[in-house]
């Protein structure tokens, strides 16, 4: 049950950087920006959680539920940007 709630909490906070880096210029309108957010918030997520070792944690410690936020929501907003940077670019090719 704490896996899945550590996935639940970095695809959410995935989705909310997503919003975050659609705000700009790079956004890809709302339903992508949250799709490719949560994408991202869930690879970084999990990258996060076995570099810090939170990974293996038995219960939901206050480490880990900070690192799936935190890596969630960083992995969502750097991938949304850079896939909405990406299709400015071929866009005005």
Request: net charge positive; aromatic share 2%; charged share 5%.
């Amino acid at each position: 049950m704490e896996m899945l709630i550590s996935l639940v909490l970095q695809i959410i906070s995935g989705a909310i950087g997503g919003q975050i880096a659609g705000l700009g210029k790079q956004g890809l309108g709302t339903t992508l920006n949250t799709v490719v957010g949560g994408v991202g918030g869930l690879v970084l997520g999990q990258v996060v959680a076995l570099i810090t070792g939170t990974a293996a944690a038995s219960d939901l410690t206050l480490a880990a539920l900070a690192s799936n936020i935190i890596g969630g929501g960083v992995g969502g907003l750097v991938l949304t940007f850079v896939v909405g940077w990406i299709k400015h670019r071929m866009a005005t090719k």
